[in-house]
Structure formats: C-alpha cells, structure tokens
C-alpha cells in the first residue's frame, strides 16, 4: 500500500493525526513536481486500498486508507547501527533500555507464537484496528518518508516506536492469555510484531 502510494505520488507520504478513527496521510508531491492536485488526487484514488483522496485549500493531498494494517507488508528495515546508549542503568528512563527490551520483546512474541500454534499466514490487516495497535502503526507509517530524509531522527523515532509497542505488547497481546483459543487476530498482532522487530535494534534476550 504505502509502496504503491509513493509510486503514484513520486515520493512516501507523511502520515497525519493520530490514526485513531482515520488513517490519513498528507503529501505535498503535488506542489512539489508541478502536477494539478486534482489531477494527481485521481490517480491516488485508484490505488488499491484508499478510502478517499481529496485536494486541501493549500494544494495538499490528504489521503485516507482504508486498512492501515496492510502497511506492515511492506515494511523496510533501516540499516541502521544500534545508537551508542549504555546499557544501565535498565530502567524507562533510559532511552537505550527502552529499544533494546521492545526488541526483546517481539522477539520473544515470535517464539511464544511457534509453541503457541499462532500462524504467520492467514493475515487479515483490517484486524489490526484496536487503539493500541493503531499507534503502533501510525508510527510505522512515518518510516518510508524518515529513511529518505537528510535528517531521519532515527534515535527518537526509535524510542517512540518501542514505547508504542509496549502498550501494544500489554494491552493488545500477539498470543492467546489462559485459556484463550489463538484467533485471527493472535496472526495480525504477530506480523504487527515482525514489523517492529525489523525495525528495532537490539538483542533478541535481555
């Protein structure tokens, strides 16, 4: 989806709000490469996946898509060196914990989700619509337009991802609680999971 937009549009879109009820971009390629913004909202409409494109009072595109899930297919991992933050002290303050444990984490979902029975195929993004998940990919989101930025701000993208996986991982969990049967979503929370883990650096313990 998000590859297919920046095709159309000549360059990723930024995402916009808070993802909460509306997954929305905005993208100013129109201004940028000379085209008519009606126009080019045309043709981002019929990107598979959008819900609506329509042209702001400043020639801005605002691109609504319909399933924010489906971005998590294309995510990219950043090549990246893990910054140079201390292990300890191994509390949330410290901004190097932060990443390395939601690291660890999805690392570790990914081996609870093997010896659990969680699928890896069968994905439905549309699944991927609870609050917790949203933010995780409303941050997500920002990644094609940070890895082509001449000042991407890795080190705090970062810690905003990890920290909006850990409210994920807490309160929208990848695998079954108890006696919970797995269930479509367990799949949509385990290649949410992927993403991030791509995504983050750090150890696969801690």
Known sequence: MIDLLAEVLGEPPAP??????EAVYVSAAALRRRIPPHDLAARVRAVPGVAGAEVRGNGFL???VAEPGRLVESVIP???PEPAWPD???????PGFVVRYG??????VRRWAGALGVPLTGFRPELLDGPYDRRVLRV???LPGRAVSRDPGWESYLVRLALAYHDAHEHAPAVPVGDEPVRPVHTARLRLAEAVRVVLVGPERL
């Open 78 to 80: 950043p090549d990246l």
């Open 140 to 142: 997500l989101a920002e």
């Open 16 to 21: 916009d709000g808070t993802w909460e009820r």
């Open 88 to 94: 300890f002290p191994r509390t949330w303050d410290n």
């Open 62 to 64: 605002r691109i609504v």
């Open 103 to 108: 690291h660890a984490r999805a690392c570790a």
